[in-house]
């Protein structure tokens, strides 16, 4: 090999292994090498930034503003209540049901298809978590399901994961056609059919119960919020057990306001009914996860505009200070919406429960009082002397329900111009995003906060990377050593030896850097070969997207990693069989689909 060769095969092997260690921020580290390989002369400054104009990482940037809208609206809550159901665990019930894991998993799977893997698994595994809870199962038994549910579904379209949006924005850099919508759908949907049926059938029998380090840690401060069940609600006639509501992980239904009559204690055969104001007690992130629980709202939301409209509320904390005027008055009484332009969604005070209505607590000195304000809250009460203090409440944010149906439409839209070719899956999405912030749902602020820079700089940097394992000959000489390895079993051997060491990669670093990688060695490879390079290069975007047997393969693996409170292995049991099950479909249906001669 050259000595570019040997440099860059260098630097290649310490990204990767730092990469894999997690010690060092991905964007510096990729952004680095790219610029060692550059100050070097192994490749130009065209090369290292062509990334940053590529379409791929636009395209990517522009889907993760519509996840966060999907999110920031609750747009496919209804999609998770009808997959997840809400009938309790039996008492005897130690592992997820094949009929509960086909419910959840199959639309999982259709959905990934057109939304990428990890926003799909930020909004959902939360929302299959807390039903696990609430209905007293494990969320280990339904987490890694899901998350090799939807790896699945992602190699079904061609932008189902960012890896394939990754390798057609290669391709195209490469001077070549980029990958079709459903260019890659008939290999990637026998793979992922296939693979749901397996995980199915194995994962009850494979995937043990744990809990994550979180769940019992003691108690949290116990916050006091006031839920009415609106006309129509699919908890009307329904007990409080069969409704879900005895079983809520973190919060207890304390009392029921029925015709200005209190029900305390709830007994779990209680019927519920239009109209009724039902009083939580509980920890705040589990009290604000109650707006997510369908046909139950606030008491407080008909006074909600006094916060302000959409993309500009979210919570906040106070405490009441003993100089305030709040001190021994109610919030009825000190017309506290009006004076603060502000509503109270729950309180919180030491040492007790908080009875009755809200409007009607008298409060004291030190409450503290859960807000729903306009972002400006803070600046205006934050020196006022009324609150000790004002603090916003990081990581949980206000459900924009009246704006569901809108983001709904718009994400429908997206899909069918970009199905339908009347638009680029590019131009699609960036329409998408633009109507988003144009008709208020995200704020400016908000859709860049959504977008992952992170993964976004990474991949724009990971381009001039693979541009240099080409540029130097590294590619054409590993190319090389793979022909003499697998060369003797035929045209099949050479593509299986690119799979099978795109698969390896893959287990260690994540899916897109490993595509980047791997693309210019299979296409060496396929050149070496006088094999066509349209199979390899779709051998490499499926391979990559196989990251099953290791929690570091894939940032989705880590999410639910620490979510289910899995051990190392537990990745291991379930990932071998469906690793020998897709590899296998790979190798029988790329020749098939894409002919290597």
């Known amino acids: 090999m050259s000595a570019d060769a040997w440099f860059t095969l260098a630097v290649v092997v310490i990204t990767l292994g730092m990469l894999a260690t997690e010690r060092v921020s991905p964007p510096l580290l990729v952004v680095g090498a790219v610029t060692v390989l550059l100050v070097t002369g ?98 280990s ?93 699919p908890l009307v006639g329904r007990s409080v057990a069969d409704a879900g509501l005895r079983s809520l992980e973190g919060v207890y239904l304390v009392e029921i306001t029925r015709n200005g009559q209190s029900i305390n204690p709830v007994a779990p055969e209680e019927r519920l009914e239009a109209g009724e104001r039902l009083i939580f007690a509980g920890n705040i992130d589990r ?31 106070v405490v009441v200070g003993p100089a305030s005027s ?43 009082l859960l807000v729903l304000a306009g972002a400006d809250f803070a600046s205006r009460w934050r020196d006022s002397g009324e609150f000790l203090v004002v603090a916003p409440l990081e990581g ?12 709904g439409l718009i994400l429908t839209g997206f899909v069918i111009a970009a199905t339908t070719g009347v638009l680029s899956v590019l131009e699609a999405a960036l329409v998408a995003a633009i109507a988003i912030v144009g008709l208020g749902i995200l704020s ?58 795109t698969v390896v990669l893959t287990q260690l670093v994540t899916n897109n850097a490993t595509a980047v990688v791997m693309f210019p060695i299979a296409l060496a490879t396929a050149n ?14 499926v391979a990559a997207s196989m990251s099953f047997l290791t929690p570091i393969g894939y940032q989705t693996n880590m999410i639910v990693y620490g979510m289910g409170g899995y051990r190392f292995w537990d990745f291991v049991r379930l990932g071998i069989p469906l690793l020998v099950l897709t590899v296998t479909i790979s190798l029988v249906v790329i020749p098939i689909v894409f002919p290597l001669r």
């Open 528 to 541: 070496e070969s006088g094999l066509s390079a349209r199979p390899f290069a779709i051998a490499v975007a």
């Open 396 to 407: 949980v944010r206000p459900l924009r329900r009246d704006r569901a149906l809108l983001t």
């Open 287 to 317: 009290i604000v996860d109650l707006q997510r629980v369908p046909g139950l709202v606030s008491a407080e939301e008909p006074h909600f505009a006094v916060a302000g409209e959409g993309a500009g509320r979210q919570f906040f904390e």
């Open 42 to 139: 192994v490749i130009d400054a065209k090369a290292a930034l062509s990334g940053f104009s590529n379409e791929a990482v636009i395209t990517i940037a522009a889907l993760y503003v519509l996840a966060g809208a999907a999110e920031a609206t609750g747009a496919l809550d209804h999609f998770n209540r009808v997959t997840l159901g809400r009938t309790p665990a039996r008492p005897d019930q130690r592992h997820a049901t094949r009929r509960e894991l086909s419910r959840m998993l199959w639309p999982s799977t259709l959905a990934s298809a057109f939304v990428y893997n990890t926003p799909i698994i930020g909004m959902v595994a939360p929302q299959v978590a807390a039903w696990s809870r609430r209905t007293r199962r494990s969320p």
């Open 141 to 233: 038994w339904y987490l890694m399901a899901l998350n090799a549910a939807v790896l699945l579904g992602g190699m079904v379209t061609a932008i189902g994961t960012t890896t394939n949006v990754v390798m057609s924005g290669l391709l195209e850099n490469a001077g070549r056609k980029p990958l079709g919508l459903f260019e890659i759908t008939p290999v990637g949907l026998p793979i992922a059919i296939a693979g749901v049926l397996l995980v199915i059938v194995l994962a009850p029998k494979l995937v043990p119960s744990r809990h994550a380090s979180s769940e019992g840690l003691g108690a949290a401060r116990a916050f006091t919020v006031e839920m009415v069940i609106v006309p129509g609600s």
């Open 326 to 368: 709040l001190s021994g008055t109610t919030l009825k009484d000190a017309g506290f919406r009006a004076a603060y332009q502000a509503a109270v969604v729950a309180i919180h005070r030491a040492g007790e429960r908080v009875a009755g209505k809200l409007g009607q607590v008298r409060l004291r000195p030190g409450d503290v």
């Open 444 to 501: 400016p602020t908000e859709a860049r906060q959504s977008v992952n820079l992170n993964v976004v700089v990474t991949l724009a940097a990971s381009f001039g990377l693979g541009a240099a394992i080409y540029a130097s000959g590294l590619a054409s000489e590993l190319a090389k050593l793979l022909i003499d390895v697998f060369g003797g079993l035929g045209d099949i051997g050479v593509l299986a030896g690119v799979l099978l060491s």
